[in-house]
Nanobody
Framework: QVRLVESGGGLVQAGESLRLSCAASGRTRNNIAMGWFRQAPGKEREFVAGIGWSGPGSYVLNSVKGRFTVSRDVAENTVYLQMNSLKPEDTAIYIC??????????????WGQGIQVTVSS
């Protein structure tokens, strides 16, 4: 079983930054990928960013490219989402996920509980 615990969310003003962290514990393997999704009220879940545990590849949603950066600490089994220049439209619950298939495009089979990010104008 794999457990994902997110941290770092909160309430910020537009233009400010937040850094989300997600630590994986339990029966993780070396060949995994981790990512971040978000879900705003009344909207569908959206894939924001993903990164593999081996190799340099990663993905960031076009609409946040240049503002959001995904990174990892393999030794700590932790994935980060650095969010800069936040906008009110970034307000959502951000959900960490892990793919045991090794591709940051998924499928994702483990999910965190989600953490609220609220950006005020």
């Amino acid at each position: 079983q794999v457990r994902l615990v997110e941290s770092g969310g909160g309430l910020v003003q537009a233009g400010e930054s937040l850094r989300l962290s997600c630590a994986a514990s339990g029966r993780t393997r070396n060949n995994i990928a981790m990512g971040w999704f978000r879900q705003a009220p009344g909207k569908e879940r959206e894939f924001v960013a993903g990164i593999g545990w081996s190799g340099p590849g990663s993905y960031v949603l076009n609409s946040v490219k240049g503002r959001f950066t995904v990174s990892r600490d393999v030794a700590e089994n932790t994935v980060y989402l650095q969010m800069n220049s936040l906008k009110p439209e970034d307000t959502a619950i951000y959900i960490c996920a892990l793919s045991s298939y090794g591709s940051y495009f998924g499928p994702y089979d483990y999910w965190g509980q989600g953490i609220q990010v609220t950006v005020s104008s």
